[in-house]
């Protein structure tokens, strides 16, 4: 282990030595472990060349065409199960990590909704593999949709938890090599990174009425203006209701949130 460590170390690569560890003792994605480390010396994300990666204390199946979980993203999770969630929309599901989690945290049930085919496929492999299947009901759709919210409002949901895609334009172009093998549509929030959020609070400002909980991620030094956006787009009833933020490890304001009776 202490080769691999160290022809990662010269590769630059952070961590080299946790990563070793990891590339020696969870190998699951069915290649020898000299081509997994020639692969990640040429920049593709450790996680996919497992094949698999731990979110929340869970598996998850991880690939091209998936965005890989992270554990500032459990922070959705933290702040979901300290309202007893029945049913939640998770929304931009992906690998499906937050609802997943929260189904088998809580025993809720969850609606999944997320766009992309190669993402599905993932979103679907991880309910069989976290046994929730009885759970956690996909729905496949673009959620700035017209179509897609119809379909959405049928369920009878109280909370929402959604992390989208927020980065800007500048931080797409100084992404650490392994990122920018991830797909883009989970990363990529227009120019100045708030797109999706201007779209989505205004199409959903009569859905987010019927929520209890809503709580979606957001970038490094985005929270404040996402807290306004969400009054200036007049979501009904909001006007009475704190809109909170919360920190991740690191201190950077990263879930914007409201609770509502």
């Not at 691999?4 to 010269?10: P, T």
Request: net charge neutral.
């Amino acid at each position: 282990m202490d080769n691999i460590a160290n022809r990662l170390k010269q590769a630059g690569i952070e961590n080299a030595a946790r990563e070793a560890d990891w590339i020696v003792r969870y190998n699951t994605g069915g290649m020898t472990v000299d081509e997994i480390v020639k692969r990640r010396i040429g920049g593709e994300p450790l996680q996919y060349l497992l094949g698999e990666w731990e979110f929340y204390g869970y598996p998850f199946k991880v690939g091209k065409g998936v965005l890989i979980p992270r554990p500032e993203t459990e922070l959705l999770v933290d702040l979901a199960k300290k309202h007893n969630p029945e049913t939640v929309l998770d929304l931009c599901a992906g690998t499906g990590c937050v609802g997943i989690a929260l189904a088998k945290e809580t025993g809720c049930n969850v609606i999944a909704a997320e766009k992309s085919e190669a993402a599905i496929t993932y979103l679907k492999t991880n309910i069989s593999l976290n046994k929730v299947e009885g759970q956690v009901k996909v729905i496949q759709g673009d959620i700035l949709d017209a179509d897609t919210i119809k379909r959405l409002s049928t369920f009878d949901y109280r909370h929402i938890v959604i992390n989208p895609p927020y980065l800007n334009q500048k931080e797409m172009q100084t992404l650490q090599k392994e990122v920018t093998h991830e797909p883009k549509i989970a990363l990529y929030g227009g120019e100045d990174g708030f797109d999706f959020y201007r779209a989505f609070f205004a199409l959903w400002k009569y859905m987010l009425k019927r929520s209890r909980l809503f709580a979606c991620e957001v970038g490094d030094g985005q929270a404040e203006a996402v807290c306004r956006l969400m009054k200036d787009k007049g979501i009904p009833g909001l006007a009475k209701v704190e809109i909170s933020t919360k920190k991740d490890f690191n201190g950077i304001k990263r879930i914007v949130h409201f609770c509502q009776n």
